[in-house]
Every structure is written in C-alpha cells, then in structure tokens.
C-alpha cells in the first residue's frame, strides 16, 4: 500500500478514529479520578568510612563505602530494617506489606541512598520513611560492628530529612490524559487499518481498480430523493446529479468512438445497485442530446422502467419476441424528445431463453438500423444468467456497481461471468457515491441554487454543454463529437424494416 491509501484509509475512518481517541482520553481522565492519591516521602543518608584521615586511605575508603551501598540498598527491604520502624510506629503491616510500599536506590558512583515511600496518607508517608532510615543505620552499625570491641567503621548519616509531601504523586493526571489519547489514537488507526482489510465492499474508484482496469465511465453521487424522484427530468436541469448522467451521457460516447456498439446493456451484479434507474436516465440523457433513443426492459424478472416512466408494461417486449403483435406497436414515446420505451410486457416463464432467442437477436437488429442507439435494462449478473445471455447480442455492457454494497468477490464474478461469453465490456458506473469525502466522484458545475442569478454562473453558461462534460478530452475528435451532440432537434417516430408500416 502506498502513502496515499492509508491516508484514504485514515479520510474514510476519521469517525471511528475520532472515536477511539475520545474514548481513550475519557478513560484515562476516569483512572485519574477514580485512583486514590498516593503521597511519597523522601529521604536520603550518607555513607561514610571511618579513618585516619590519609589520602591513600580516604581514597581506599571511598572505595569501598561505594561497593558497599548496594549491599545497604537492598537490606532495606529486609525484615532486619522494616520491623522495627514497623514496632517503633505501630504498624498493622507486616514486614512484607509495608516492602512493597519502601523504595530503595542510589545513583551510580555515589554513596548515597535515597529511600521513598509511598502511602494514602502524607504525614504517615514522612514518618515510615524516617522510620526505615534511622532503622537502617541501627542495621548497618551492627551488621559491619567487629566482633571484638570496636566500633563499626561504616557511618550513616541522614543528610535530608523526611517531610510530608503537600501534593500527592499519583495520579499523574496529565500523563493518564496523553497517555489515553494516544492508546485510543493509536486503537483507532489500527482498528481502521484492520476494518479496511477485512471489508471487501467497493467504496470508490481506488476499490475498483483492485479488481478490474475496466474504464471508469462516470459516478452518480447518493442523493436521498432519489428513491421518490429517480428521473433525470425530475431534477434541477443543473444538478450534480443531471450533471452526472450528461458526464455518463459523453464518455459513453468516447468509449464508444467507432460507433460499433449501437446497442448498451446496462446490468449489474446484484439486485439493488441502480441500474434501472441508470438505464433509463442514460436514455433520456441521450435523447436530450439529440439522438434517437430506444429503451428495453429487459428485466423480464422485476421490470420497474414502466413504473419509473408511468407507462403501460402489459404489453411488450415478450409481446413481440412471442409474435403477438409488432414492435411498432408495442414502442410508447416519452417525452419531449425523440426517446420511445418497450416495456417488458407479461413475465415469462423462461426469461433465459427468451432473451438468448434468434427473435430477440433480429429484433436488436432491427432497433439498431432505425434508432442512433438502444439501450437495453438487464437483470443482474450474479442471480440469473439472463443478463450474460443478452449481452451477445449487444455491441457493448455497462456494469453499475453501488458502491458501499457490492463486494469485490462479486464484481470480480460479474466481470469473468461476461468475459466468458466474449462481452464487449464498455466500463463501469459507479452509483450511490458519497457527495464529499475520499470516494466522492463529483465535479458539479452548478449548485441547486445558484442558477442563473449568480454572477459566475451566468459568466459559465456561455460554455457550451460539452465543454463542461469533457474537459478531460481535447483534439478534433472531441471537436466533431461536440458538433453531433449539439443538434437536438427531435426526430419524428421511426418504423422498422419489414414491418407493415414499411410495406405501406
């Protein structure tokens, strides 16, 4: 993974994130509350050799007081110098409970000793400490006391005094706070890490290119009203979501530059994802340009585009592949433009078969020679095989993938399942992507209030449509593509040959 994905990663968790620190920081200020303070007392003794006074023996002496010191520093946790300050200040503690309390330690190449303890009360802290020091000086004179009559050569001496500390020294409430703040930091980067790993959903574009170099031909932002105005035509004319399907609208195009592919299928992997709703906005953008479009449903299944386009779905597609009635009179217009829809008709029984017959062969055929394109709703890919059936008889497929919904595995499925029936895969639409953060796919132009009051939105209309669609491509192909979408007037009704109406 390079640079950039984590900091994708770190962009699409920041809540989690934000939350792990947030609780991390709020758990150690609980521990510094719920802790009860601790005072420790100090002291500190001096430990000297007794001697003449001569240099070689001053020197002689040093020496030894220092190998001595750590012997001195661990006998203070010694029964020999915890019991009696235990006696001396009547303790209930045993001699083991209150070692825990006492610290010992000396600095290196010192012979001095400083001895800490550590209790709930101050002035009890102060006193132990004194205690176990006076204690460990009656240790070490008898311990280094000769046999015979003279005295010890080792001195101890208290050189700073124990006294009770004014501010206790745990909690440490400001390093419980760091402390909390970068273990939940540090929780939450790795719980996000981990949470992107194991998710395979496709969030975005980055997510897509794991599993597939398909061209990405547009991405259609989650907008919530969607579900109750699907259509094209039911949103601001300059809207992020309008500007999106005109995007779809031209790199469709460009994807298709040899013009081979007259028929698009539009499918997904699974129920759910949007391609219905693609399809039929698809269609309509194309006839806003000008074409002359043609819209199947092909969903023998669940059709939904009559729903959508408040058309008559009893008749027509399975209508005509049956040999009920003609296809001239089965396509219903819509619209102001020249786009006219078949609708499902009645659900068969065999879908599959259907949909991969000779009769739905010729009649893509003659769509073709009398629309500039057809556009064709399938069922998913993953469920049924109708849609890999299909898409034989097509010029190209567009897959819509809903982002936050599909998984890598599936989509992986869906592509192999159309590249084993020799599909032209023309690329992908990524649908239900979020309008800000780092899977947004969004150049919006306009917003849903600017309009033409704003001073540079008016200064922006004098482009024209395609320029603002297709600032990715430049060159006089881009030029001619620019001219052929521009002319929008509307095409009369077509009939197809051999129907009656040509024989007429």
């Excluded at 698009?264 to 693609?278: A, Q």
């Excluded at 008016?458 to 001219?483: C, P």
Aim: hydrophobic share 40%; net charge neutral; glycine share 8%.
């Amino acid at each position: 993974m390079h640079l950039r994905d984590y900091l994708r990663i770190l962009r699409r968790n920041w809540i989690l994130i934000a939350s792990a620190t947030l609780v991390g920081l709020l758990i150690g200020g609980a521990a510094s509350v719920l802790t009860k303070p601790t005072y420790t007392a100090e002291t500190q003794l001096f430990v000297a050799i007794q001697g003449s006074g001569s240099i070689q023996e001053l020197q002689q002496g040093n020496t030894f007081g220092q190998a001595r010191v750590q012997s001195y520093v661990k006998t203070v946790n010694s029964p020999m110098v915890l019991q009696p300050a235990i006696d001396t200040l009547g303790l209930r503690l045993t001699a083991e409970q209150l070692s825990s309390q006492v610290k010992a330690s000396t600095d290196l190449d010192t012979v001095l000793i400083n001895i800490s303890v550590a209790d709930g009360s101050p002035v009890q802290a102060a006193a132990i400490a004194q205690a176990v020091a006076n204690s460990l000086i009656t240790a070490v004179d008898t311990l280094e006391k000769p046999r015979v009559g003279d005295s010890s050569p080792v001195s101890l001496s208290i050189i700073k005094p124990a006294t009770a500390p004014s501010s206790p020294s745990a909690p440490n409430t400001r390093a419980n706070l760091i402390l909390g703040l970068v273990a939940g930091l540090a929780l939450g980067i790795l719980a996000s890490v981990l949470r992107t790993t194991l998710d395979t959903r496709i969030r975005g574009e980055a997510d897509l290119r794991d599993v597939t170099d398909a061209p990405l031909l547009g991405g259609i932002s989650y907008d919530q009203d969607a579900t109750k105005k699907p259509l094209l035509t039911q949103t601001a004319p300059q809207s992020p979501r309008a500007e999106s399907f005109r995007q779809l609208r031209t790199n469709l195009q460009f994807a298709n530059i040899s013009g081979t592919a007259k028929t698009v299928l539009v499918t997904s992997s699974l129920p759910g994802e949007g391609k219905s709703t693609t399809a039929t906005n698809l269609a309509i953008a194309l006839a806003q340009a000008g074409q002359s479009v043609c819209l199947i449903d092909a969903d023998l299944r669940r059709p939904m585009i009559d729903d959508y386009l408040g058309l008559n779905g009893s008749a027509g597609l399975t209508t005509a592949l049956v040999g009920r009635a003609d296809v001239n009179d089965l396509l219903q217009p819509w619209g102001n433009d020249s786009l006219y829809v078949l609708t499902s008709g009645q659900i068969p029984p065999n879908p599959s078969e259907l949909l991969g017959s000779a009769e739905m062969r010729d009649l893509i055929l003659r769509l073709e020679r009398a629309f500039d394109i057809v556009v064709i709703d399938a069922p998913p890919l993953l469920p049924v095989t109708d849609a890999a059936v299909l898409s034989q008889h097509v010029g190209g497929v567009v897959v819509v993938v809903g982002s936050h919904k599909l998984r890598h595995q599936d989509l992986r499925k869906s592509i192999d399942a159309l590249e084993m029936v020799g599909s032209n895969i023309l690329g992908i639409v990524l649908n239900r992507l979020p309008v800000k953060g780092p899977d947004a796919y969004s150049y919006s132009y306009y917003s849903h209030d600017e309009g033409t009051t704003n001073s540079s939105s008016n200064a922006g209309s004098k482009r024209s449509t395609f320029e603002l669609e297709s600032n990715h491509f430049a060159g006089s192909e881009g030029a001619e593509f620019s001219h052929a979408i521009s002319s929008s007037a509307p095409q009369p009704a077509r009939h197809f040959p051999g129907t009656a109406a040509d024989r007429s």
